[in-house]
């Protein structure tokens, strides 16, 4: 069992810049990979990142490629998701997940435990 939990998100103007975090509990995190989501109103819920879980390899959606970065810390159980040059597209409910496989699929049903979400939300 992996408990997830998600903060970070906020308002913010197109531009800008917010940092997510994910915070882990249970066991064997660090053989988890990690992924990121987010849900528009109206909309599915899309793959945003996801980051492997014993080499340095993620892998985005195309429309945040070079505005997000994905890392994680496994010493804290943690994974991030620094989001810049923000769009008011990207406004969406954020969930970090994590997939038992290890390798940071962008497909959301690999994907067993998910956190309660945060909401971020870009003005314009």
Not at 5 to 16: C, D, R
Not at 61 to 80: C, L, M, P
């Amino acid at each position: 069992q992996v408990q997830l939990v998600e903060s970070g998100g906020g308002l913010v103007q197109a531009g800008g810049s917010l940092r997510l975090s994910c915070a882990a509990s249970g066991r064997a995190f660090s053989s988890y990979a990690m992924g990121w989501f987010r849900q528009a109103p109206g909309k599915a819920r899309e793959f945003v990142a996801g980051i492997r879980s014993g080499v340095e390899y993620t892998n985005y959606a195309n429309s945040v490629q070079g505005r997000f970065t994905i890392s994680r810390d496994n010493a804290k159980n943690t994974v991030y998701l620094q989001m810049n040059s923000l769009k008011p597209d990207d406004t969406a409910v954020y969930y970090c997940a994590a997939e038992p496989y290890g390798l940071g699929s962008s497909l959301l049903q690999e994907y067993d435990y998910w956190g309660q979400g945060t909401q971020v939300t870009v003005s314009s």
